[in-house]
């Protein structure tokens, strides 16, 4: 078991200057154009694929770093870039992430790759769960999967909503509910393989930020896939929704659901990308407020000024703590006994909006404009308090492990 550090290796440090030096040199200069054209950034996913960055075998080597820090690091790095083309580069990784937490090894195996492609033919995947109706509260989720038992198929109807990839990917991961009388525990994750009939884009969403990142509607009518694309296998579906039978019975303890699984999963690198965003904004203000000059000094010279500054980098560098701690505690199985994998979501999630909002304070005027990133940094931003989880339910969640009470 890796000892937990914050000193980087000098393998680690290598992958962090390579990622840093890619961020720099291709994500930054297209943020802009990429951002305004409100698409998904084709050439730039295609240049990280030719690279290496953009792969299995390069999220394989992050994943299974013992440290867990190999993650966090890649997400920082590639989020200080720009969050919106970082999210189309990484997007796939949590339908990835899905399978992983779900799948057979064989299925591990057969679907990931397919998600990536190869640096000739890029491909992305989506994971799709939230619904109009069931975004926070998934045990309202709508989306059903029926057995077909005379065909070996499950037959899924619905419509998934902020499926990052949705509708341009070619595999999606679809949560469904196949047991509704057990709420969230009676669901079910699947493969829908690319070009398999009834599966079509609905409304494509135009965001207050991270715009080159591509959110939509997926509709499913009468989508069949065979019985090899339930993740996991029926055997294991039927054990775990019998389990969950008898407990509602007794009245018993938590099960978690597909989507939790993933969920809970990818939490602690949500709050590495929101750290990476933070960053990237306390950097630009900071070198602004070195340079700009106002009543014949620069403005940092001003408390005012140095003191927000100061508090920045604190909050970041704390952010940043909980998510090493979080990342390095799944990947070392130690339990979060105190919601910590939340706890750094929700940390590094508000440090981002609230660092981001200080840096257009501190550009004043230019910080308004678009002439600077941090406007868009700052629209960026909003997004880590809402998707996988809101702040508030991350509240929730730490609460409810601290308490050990259902509260609501």
Known sequence: MAEFTLDLNDDQKQVRDWLHGFAADVIRPAASEWDEREETPWPVIQEAAKVGIYSLDFYAQQFFDPTGLGIPMAMEELFWGDAGIALSIVGTGLAAVGVLANGTEEQI???????????????????????????????????????????????????????????????????????????????????????????????????????????????????????????????????????????????????????????????????????????????????????????????????????????????????????????WMATTGKPFTAAEGSMSKLYASETARDVTAQAIQILGGNGFTREYPVERMHRDAAIYTIFEGTSEIQRLVIARTLSGMPIR
């Open 109 to 327: 195996g057969t679907w990931i790759p397919q998600m990536y492609g190869d640096a000739n033919d890029v491909k992305v995947a989506a994971f799709c769960s939230s619904e109009p109706d069931a975004g926070s509260d998934v045990a309202s989720m709508r989306t059903r999967a029926v057995y077909d038992e005379a065909k070996d198929e499950w037959v899924l109807n619905g419509t998934k909503t902020w499926a990052t990839n949705g509708g341009i990917a070619g595999v999606h991961v679809v949560v469904a509910v196949v047991d509704p009388d057990l709420g969230s525990k009676g669901h079910a994750s699947f493969i829908v393989p690319p070009d398999t009939p009834g599966l079509s884009q609905g409304q494509k969403f135009k965001k207050h930020g991270i715009r080159a990142s591509h959110t939509a509607e997926v509709v499913l009518e009468d989508v069949r896939v065979p019985g090899h694309c339930l993740l996991g296998g029926k055997d294991k579906l039927d054990e775990r929704l019998a389990r969950a039978r008898e407990r509602a019975k007794a009245g018993g303890e938590r099960v978690k659901n597909a989507a939790m699984a993933t969920f809970e999963a990818s939490r602690p690198a949500v709050g590495a990308m929101a750290v990476g965003t933070a960053r990237a904004a306390y950097e630009v203000a900071l070198d602004y407020a070195k340079t700009r000059s106002q009543f014949g000094r620069p403005i940092i010279d001003n408390q005012g000024i140095a003191f927000q500054l100061a508090d920045m980098r604190t909050r970041i560098d704390a952010a940043r703590m909980l998510v090493w701690r979080a990342s």
